[in-house]
């Protein structure tokens, strides 16, 4: 019989990619999502996709009655948590927002999984590792304080899990995500930021496109080899395979331990102007671009040692740079309907 997983979050750009791996992979998916920072766009991408229509329940995970409801309908041998609010900036000015949301919806989440003996895979960031002493980072290097209530949201809810996994006797699974960027070879699925991106890649789609009249590049006096800052970009798909192991490894009973901590990247630094030149010429056109101040709060260089990944979870990430950013582009031009 085929294993149920819930995946909250599963319209948004991460969930919806992790949504196709999981169904093409054998699981059957409920996606919950409250539409928050999505349309459905992404939906109708991931049942095109997959050819069939998937359950989407509208719900807000912070309600704990439907939580409840959900949980009581539905028999879910693991959940992905994604829904949550992510934009840095948007939580130093409002701490409340994110708290609030962020946690409650983690913390009525976990309340149903240990009702239920649902295994748990909690989508962690990067960012908690803050400005690494040392890089690549790996799953032992130490977590820094955070430099922003979104950041101090990702490390909270970690060591939520940690604690319910060793008081309730529960299973669980964080993924830490470097720079997650591309889209599905379809350009059925891809990132919608709302507004002006503040990620790198959907701004540079963006100028490309002509929405944007240019990309400023966020500093060039880094101690770094070209001047700007070193990121571990990671290709969605990928990113998404990487969930499939992990819910396979806690749905077959295949943990060393209770509760794993895993970084998923590629373990290659590449450079904001390296990243540029590539969208240059692998797309064959032209950028126009700036060198502009630092931006506040950004660390010099961060990457990934995704040794522990490979070993543990079978997993590696296996598209170059190059071929996501072209599917970057492909989205971007399929959004614009080019
Ligand atoms: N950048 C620019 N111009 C832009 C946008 C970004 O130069 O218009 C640069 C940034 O300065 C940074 C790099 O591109 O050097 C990557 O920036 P992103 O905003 O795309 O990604 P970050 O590394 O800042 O953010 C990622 C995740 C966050 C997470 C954060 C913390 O997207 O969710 O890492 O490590 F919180």
């Not at 430099?147 to 940690?162: A, H, I, V």
Request: glycine fraction near 8%; proline fraction near 5%; charge should be negative.
């Amino acid at each position: 019989m085929s294993k149920t997983v819930l995946v909250s979050g599963g319209a948004g750009f991460i969930g919806s990619h992790v949504t196709v791996e999981l169904s093409q992979a054998g699981y059957d998916v409920v996606i919950a999502d409250n539409m928050s920072n999505c349309d459905e766009t992404n939906y109708k991408g991931v049942c095109a996709i997959l050819g069939k229509t998937l359950p989407l329940i509208k719900m807000d995970f912070c309600d704990e009655a439907a939580v409840k409801a959900l949980f009581a309908k539905y028999r879910f041998d693991a959940l992905i948590h994604f829904a949550a609010f992510k934009a840095v900036g948007e939580s130093v000015a409002e701490p409340l927002m994110y708290y609030k949301n962020n946690l409650d919806s983690f913390l009525n989440i976990l309340q149903a999984a240990r009702e239920h003996g649902t295994n748990v895979l909690f989508s962690s960031s990067a960012t908690v590792y803050g400005e690494p002493d040392e890089t690549p980072v790996t799953e032992q290097s130490p977590r820094k304080p955070a430099t922003s209530p979104y950041g101090n949201t990702k490390q909270m809810c970690e060591d939520f899990l940690r604690d319910c996994v060793a008081a309730y006797g529960m299973h669980g699974i964080a993924l830490c995500y470097f720079n997650p960027i591309g889209a599905h070879p379809s350009a059925l699925i891809g990132e919608l930021p709302r507004g002006v991106p503040n990620n790198l890649v959907p701004f540079i789609t963006q100028t490309a496109i002509g929405k944007r009249e240019c990309l400023s590049i966020f500093g060039n006096d880094y101690p770094t080899p070209d001047g700007t800052c070193l990121r571990d970009y990671i290709d969605i798909v990928d990113l998404a395979k990487a969930h499939v192991c992990a819910v396979t490894r806690m749905v077959e009973g295949k943990m060393d331990e209770p509760y794993e901590i895993f970084n998923i990247g590629t373990g290659r630094p590449v450079s904001v102007l390296e990243l540029v030149n590539s969208f240059q010429k692998v797309n064959a056109l032209k950028l126009n671009y700036r060198f502009a101040p630092r931006r506040e709060g950004d660390v010099t260089a961060v990457w990934a040692d995704p040794s522990l990944a490979e070993k543990k979870l079978g997993w590696k990430a296996t598209r170059t740079v190059e071929e996501t950013l072209a599917s970057a582009w492909a989205w971007e031009k399929r959004l614009a309907g080019k």
